[in-house]
């Protein structure tokens, strides 16, 4: 789950990650009232949306009186924000964040995540802070210093302080570098979050280390623990159908392919978008209906495939293991009937009650191409395109 940056930095602070003052404004003048309640000469606009990049499509930028606050909140809100990670169709910016501008001395780069190989949360800086991060990764990756952080003791003094020190900082800054890390990365444990990144983390010239910019995503599965975060959640920044899918319990993912894919497992599902590609098409979605899928979750899922425009054809890959085959089959034939079907479906079902499957399948007085196993499944959806 995604959240705003303004939002990211409230729950920051509760965990005494120093970040600048600010407000979120809706209009043009809750964006100078807040101006006026932060006070000082120079004030930050900047756009929220769920992507990086905003600086440079125009949805960060500086003013220097209120007037400018009020003419700089007109020409963000609203606008159509264009970034490297919207895509050219952009985002439209519905809120802005209003903060107190920053002496800054330098932009440095820190991010926590879960390093999956090796079982560890780690820690990352970089002296190269502003900059894309995957940019920096791919060009100079002896610039993104890591440290592993053992899930039984935490991340300690002598780890952060070594980090500190390997950036360049020393004496008051060092002590302040310090104390930031601490408290970054206890508020990355105790939220649940997937990712904090703070892009760029600054040095102001007074000594001071802050978190200009901040990114928490929060990981899905202990979002039961956070019922608060529920109210975070922006379905204005989410694909229509992900929205759609996640009130029917679906994990669905929007892709760019025209093959659409139902599929029960989320290894399963990626095999099936690994093999599609092999077989050259292109995925138009990841959908997992779970292990326990009902005939109504496949119904849902099936309706949700159809409403993108781009799929050309349909690939239903089911191993029954939990979910009986003939429960789906049930499911699929029922959305078909409901909704007006124009386009190839491509079925291979095996395991639990499979050949039952094939029966309800072949009394349906539907057309369906059946495949007998994975490889054939994907050869005939690629064809039906094609033809």
Known sequence: MKIHEYQGKEILKKYSVAVPKGEVAFTIDEAVKTAEQIGGSMWVVKAQIHAGGRGKGGGVKLARSFEEVRERAGEILGMRLVTHQTGPEGRIVRRILVEQGMNIARELYVGITLDRQRAQNVVMVSTEGGMEIEKVAAETPEKILREPIDPAFGLQQFQARSLCIRLGLTNDILK???????????????????????????????????????????????????????????????????????????????????????????????????????????????????????????????????????????????????????????????????????????????????????????????????????????QKVTRAIAA
């Open 176 to 378: 302040n570098g310090v104390k930031f890390l601490m408290a970054l990365y206890k508020a990355y444990e105790a939220s649940d979050a997937s990712l904090a990144e703070i892009n760029p983390l600054v040095i102001t010239q007074e000594g001071h280390v802050i978190a200009l910019d901040a990114k928490i995503n929060f990981d899905d599965n202990a979002l039961f623990r956070h019922p608060e975060y529920e109210n975070l959640r922006d379905i204005d920044e989410e694909d229509p159908l992900e929205v759609e899918a996640s009130a029917s319990n679906l994990n669905y993912i929007k892709l760019d392919g025209n093959v659409g894919c139902m599929v029960n497992g989320a290894g399963l599902a990626m095999a099936t978008m690994d093999i599609i590609k092999l077989a050259g098409g292109m995925p138009a979605n990841f959908l997992d209906v779970g292990g326990g899928a009902s005939a109504d979750t496949v119904e849902a899922g099936f309706k949700i495939i159809l409403k993108d425009e781009n799929v050309k054809a349909i690939l239903i890959n089911i191993f029954g293991g939990i979910v009986r085959c003939d429960r789906v089959a049930f499911g699929v034939v029922e959305a078909a009937k409901k909704v007006d079907v124009q386009i190839p479906i491509v079925i291979r079902l095996a395991g639990t009650n499979a050949e039952l499957a094939a029966e309800i399948l072949r009394n349906s007085g539907l057309k369906f191409l059946v495949a007998r196993n994975l490889k054939e499944a994907a």
